[in-house]
């Protein structure tokens, strides 16, 4: 992640998933859009089920909703995909993320966050980073490396270039 020198934190992008706060590393954002038609892809996990065309390029849709087994719920109004880019078999990938909400781009200070406890969560600990606190509310800070080796193995469609091949 990146870290903030003078601060020992990161700068995320927080936005919100089935009611719950999430952050990504603000250097893996590359655009924020409003929702656009979504192509399903016939077969594929329904992670990421779906392709859109952005700039004329096709790319994946993956619902991080789906990994921490929430439900997948109707898009709003505040409703938004979060472009990043990521490193797919050592390659530079775009791959969109739904989120019910953005916030902002915010600092997190590293003494504010802590590894997810081993018992107690209702997600699976190896996706999440990192937990920080912030006004009295819980962020999640998810780990795309895991998340994406879990669910893209099943696909053979997403696969980040540090994870176990098998």
């Known amino acids: 992640m990146a870290h903030d020198e003078e601060t020992g934190g990161m700068e995320v992008l927080t936005f919100d998933l089935h009611g719950e706060t999430f952050a990504l590393e603000a250097g893996l954002v590359r655009e924020v859009l409003d929702l656009l038609p979504e192509t399903d892809v016939p077969g594929a996990a329904p992670f990421v089920g779906q392709v859109i065309n952005f700039r004329g390029r096709v790319i994946p849709l993956a619902d991080l909703r789906l990994a921490f087994d929430m439900t997948a719920e109707p898009a709003t109004v505040d409703s938004r995909i979060v472009v990043i880019e ?41 996706f999440i980073r990192r937990l920080a606190r912030r006004d009295g509310d819980l962020i999640v800070i998810p780990d795309l490396d895991q998340i994406f080796a879990a669910r893209g193995r099943s696909t053979g469609a997403v696969t980040p270039i540090n994870a176990p091949q098998s």
């Not at 078999?89 to 590293?110: C, F, M, N, Q, Y």
């Not at 966050?113 to 190896?126: F, H, K, L, N, S």
């Open 86 to 126: 990521y490193a797919i078999d050592g390659e530079a990938t775009l791959i969109g993320l739904r989120a019910d909400k953005v916030h902002e781009v915010t600092s997190i200070p590293h003494d504010t966050t802590e590894e997810a406890p081993r018992v107690g969560m209702r997600w699976r600990q190896d």
